[in-house]
């Protein structure tokens, strides 16, 4: 089911995480700086919304059903063997 929906969401969240591991540098200092605060805070919530997205289209391309929710999208995926639990719940 690889299309570029599914590539696209997958090279967001990638470069998102890329971008908040570069601007963070794994030195709480840098929260102390408001620009990279908002540089970060912004790039979780892109992949977050990114995530939710890939999850909807993936739900929606399997027909497992129509969530109600965004939690519920990862639920689906769960059900279908798609996505661990553990994952989902870390979502």
Not at 19 to 39: A, C, F, H, M
Not at 45 to 63: F, N, P, T, W, Y
Request: with cysteine.
């Amino acid at each position: 089911m690889k299309n570029e929906v599914i590539l696209n969401k997958i090279s967001t969240i990638e470069r998102c995480i890329k971008r908040i591991q570069d601007v963070y540098g794994n030195d709480p200092e840098n929260l102390e700086d408001y620009t990279k605060q908002d540089s970060i805070i912004l790039n979780i919530q892109r992949a977050c919304e990114a995530s939710i997205d890939l999850a909807m289209h993936i739900v929606a391309g399997k027909k497992l059903g129509l969530p109600q929710s965004s939690r519920e999208a990862f639920d689906l995926l769960v059900t279908a063997g798609l996505l661990s639990a553990e994952l989902a719940n870390k979502l």
